[in-house]
């Protein structure tokens, strides 16, 4: 399936002495796991296609230690970060984009206090002003008539308070978008974060994602979109649970607006 | 002897003042037993928060109902208290209704204190009914139980009778003025209770002024035993909800404190030109600084405040996702476990000379487990709902640093997961040279 995707190394910038105008953290998840580096690669589709000028770290990204942190590792966290830090302010990096909003949250809040201040900015953020300078233009109707909803990231909405970029995004593919009762400031968490994704959850009835895709079962969706790799996977999971994987997809915002244009 | 009452009235006022200035005291106290924090930033925004969510009340109205109904009682409380500033004149100096020469003002004045009280009156009823009869979820889980249940109506009883106090007293107060009674000045306007002053139609001046003096006084002494109460109950939040919404978060929400100590440390392990021995010489002085929390001290003043500040809503616990499906992590127990705590170790030290005394106790484990604390999410569901500005997840997250950092007591999974990063820098165990695989397949 694969069209070649143009992707340039921070190493290669430098070698031919040049600047990027963004940085694409790739991050962890992006990166190994199978389902998310599906949206790194529909993410890069549309830089390639803006013809945006970006780099990644490649070997040299390392995780942000944010998944540390939440689990009460600040040791590690801050060992993660002064070494990413390090890197980054030696590249002279200005500006990040990243589709994980984890990586957005730590490299935007967490790492000034340690000495990397950068413009960071998640990537649906990224993509609507892609499409407001008219660099990304949609021409497709893929989604027309389908229904949408989406699923705020805890760590997009309520710990940074972005609401409305990834809706207007979503807006531009002329779907139809419906909310769940329970959205932005009061969406529920799909359950994945403070290290939730990576042990099995205490005793308890139910499983957030259940319960969480139940809320987005409500709408009556064709599609469930989101902007965080983990939540992708939760979501994804808990449309399974309801048996309702030949009905309902999740996909990206990223991967919606690539499947558009 | 005619300045007997006069004197009883000042006795009971400093009293009743003297034991809340006390209590006031214990409160600050404890709450110093928390670690500072620096809270000089953004001072505007720290205005704004405090006039908006505490005297506005606007993240009480989020929910209509409970909103509504508590911003009557609200405005209801603060302002009936005018009228106690006359009461205590009054009391002091033998004088009745000293206002009444504001004439049209003042037959405004308790008038709308009048509707006011009634209005209170309804909304308290509602409330209790919440807590009672439609068993509204959140009032009911376990950590409700005993005490915060009962406290919980108890404020409402309180209310309550306060209220049918002040206007008993205004509708015998009414007869009396009807009846040309000496020292009863004709003024106020009793919208509501001229329909109660008809029960006393019957009775004699004399036993008039025996009713009025009586609802006078225990409504007085009634206020002045609530003002005392507060420091056991939930209630203290009517004080502390503006210091706390002052002092609470300003920083986005996502964003949790870099601990220094760990900083300095981390500097000195990346820094190939630091000599390992200077580090040794120089240990700071006493103990070296504990990594997160595992009792009250630990944890910083403001998260103490918080605490104090809790008014056991449970509007966090209703909307956390860990909670609603069954876990035993409940963020409103995590603060009422802190308050517990800390009122324990306030109670240690006031029976031990002013020194904290080790009670073999502590916050975690005999307050607060570990099985709450993996529960949480950290989706700051419980910080958005709080209508005063309180943090839960703070307080999680700094016991989850004293678990992981000082006791190696994560979860098996997490321990794996941390290993992976120290060791390939992502929490899978992949190699770091396949990062940019993805572009090719
Ligand atoms: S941050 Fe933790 S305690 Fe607060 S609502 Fe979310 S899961 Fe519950
Ligand atoms: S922490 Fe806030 S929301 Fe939770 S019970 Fe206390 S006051 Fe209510």
Same mark, same amino acid.
């Given at each position: ?89 030696? %590249? ?33 953020? %990224? ?135 | 002897? =005619? ?57 009480? @109205? ?69 807590? $009672? @009869? ?48 000496? =020292? ?27 009713? !009025? ?5 225990? =409504? ?16 203290? =939040? ?19 404190? $870099? ?32 990594? /997160? ?18 008014? !056991? ?30 009122? !324990? ?6 029976? $031990? ?17 570990? !099985? ?31 678990? @992981? ?9 997490? $321990? ?8 390939? /820098? ?16």
């Amino acid at each position: 399936m694969s069209e070649q995707l143009k992707v340039k190394t921070m190493e290669q910038f430098m070698a031919e002495g040049k600047q990027p105008e963004i940085l694409f953290w790739v991050g962890s998840a992006g990166s190994y796991d199978d389902r998310a580096k599906k949206i790194s690669r529909a993410f890069v589709k549309l830089l390639n296609k803006a013809n945006v000028d970006f780099a990644v770290l490649g070997p040299e990204e390392s995780s942000t230690g944010d998944v540390a942190k939440r689990a009460g590792n600040e040791f590690l966290f801050q060992m993660q970060a002064m070494m990413n830090i390090e890197l980054l302010n030696g %590249y002279e990096i200005k500006r990040i984009v990243t589709c994980d909003p984890h990586s957005f949250n730590t490299l935007k809040n967490e790492y000034p206090g340690l000495g990397g201040k950068y413009d960071v900015i998640h990537h649906t953020q %990224y993509l609507k002003e892609l499409l407001d300078s008219g660099r990304l233009v949609v021409e497709g109707s893929e989604y027309k008539g389908k229904r949408i909803t989406f699923h705020d990231p805890c760590y997009l909405g309520r710990a940074n308070n972005v609401y409305e970029a990834p809706r207007e995004v979503l807006k531009k593919t002329n779907a139809d978008l419906v909310e769940m009762k329970r959205h932005k400031q009061t969406a529920l968490c799909c359950g994945a974060g403070g290290a939730q994704m990576f042990k099995e959850p205490e005793k308890g009835d139910m499983d957030i994602n259940i319960l969480r895709t139940k809320d987005a079962l409500e709408t009556k969706p064709n599609i469930i979109a989101t902007g965080c790799p983990y939540c992708n996977t939760m979501m994804t999971d808990g449309i399974k649970a309801h048996e309702k994987e030949d009905t309902v997809t999740v996909l990206d915002v990223a991967e919606l607006l690539a499947n558009s244009l | 002897m =005619h300045y007997l009452p006069n004197i009883i009235f000042a006795l009971a006022l400093v009293v009743g003042v003297g034991f809340f200035v006390r209590n006031i005291k214990k409160l600050t106290r404890n709450i110093k037993l928390g670690k500072a924090v620096d809270v000089s930033n953004d001072k505007s925004t720290r205005l704004k928060n405090m006039t908006r969510i505490a005297l506005g009340q606007s993240k009480m @109205v989020v929910r209509p109902v409970a909103g509504f109904l508590h911003v009557i009682v609200y405005v209801g409380f603060i302002i009936i208290n005018i009228e106690v500033l006359e009461i205590i004149i009054d009391g002091l100096f033998g004088t009745h209704r000293i206002f009444a020469f504001m004439g049209g003002f003042y037959d405004f004045l308790i008038g709308s204190f009048e509707i006011l009280a009634f209005l209170v009156i309804v909304a308290v009823v509602i409330f209790w009914l919440r807590r $009672n @009869v439609i068993r509204i979820q959140r009032f009911l889980k376990p950590e409700m139980k005993g005490w915060p249940k009962k406290d919980g109506n108890l404020i409402l009883y309180i209310e309550l009778v306060l209220m049918f106090l002040f206007l008993t007293m205004n509708a015998v107060d009414l007869q009396l003025q009807e009846l040309g009674a000496a =020292h009863y000045v004709k003024a106020g306007a009793y919208p509501i209770s001229q329909f109660i002053a008809p029960l006393f139609d019957s009775v004699g001046e004399s036993t008039l002024v025996i009713f !009025e003096r009586t609802a006078w006084w225990l =409504h007085i002494l009634g206020i002045l035993f609530f003002l005392n109460y507060l420091y056991y109950s939930k209630h203290l =939040h009517i004080l502390l909800a503006f210091p706390n919404t002052y002092y609470g978060r300003v920083n986005p929400q996502g964003e949790f404190s $870099n601990l220094d100590a760990v900083t300095k440390e981390v500097k000195l392990m990346m820094d190939p030109s630091a000599d390992p021995f200077a580090a040794t010489t120089e240990e700071p002085e006493g103990e070296p600084e504990k990594f /997160g929390a595992s009792d009250v001290m630990d944890l910083n003043w403001v998260q103490l405040l918080n605490a104090y500040t809790c008014t !056991e809503c449970g509007r966090c616990t209703s909307e956390c996702p860990a909670n609603q499906t069954g876990k035993k992590l409940s963020p409103r127990k995590i603060m009422m476990d802190t308050r517990d705590r800390l009122e !324990e170790v306030g109670a240690n030290i006031d029976a $031990n000379n002013g020194e904290f005394v080790p009670d073999g106790k502590q916050l975690l484990d005999d307050y607060i487990t570990k !099985e709450e604390l993996w529960a949480c999410t950290t989706c700051n569901a419980c910080v958005q709902a709080c209508p005063v500005s309180i943090d839960p997840l703070s307080i999680i997250v700094e016991m989850r640093r004293y678990l @992981v950092m000082e006791q190696s007591a994560a979860p098996m999974e997490l $321990n794996n997961m941390m290993s992976n990063i120290e060791n390939n /820098g992502a929490p899978w165990p992949y190699n770091q040279m396949d990062r940019l695989n993805w572009v090719n397949e």
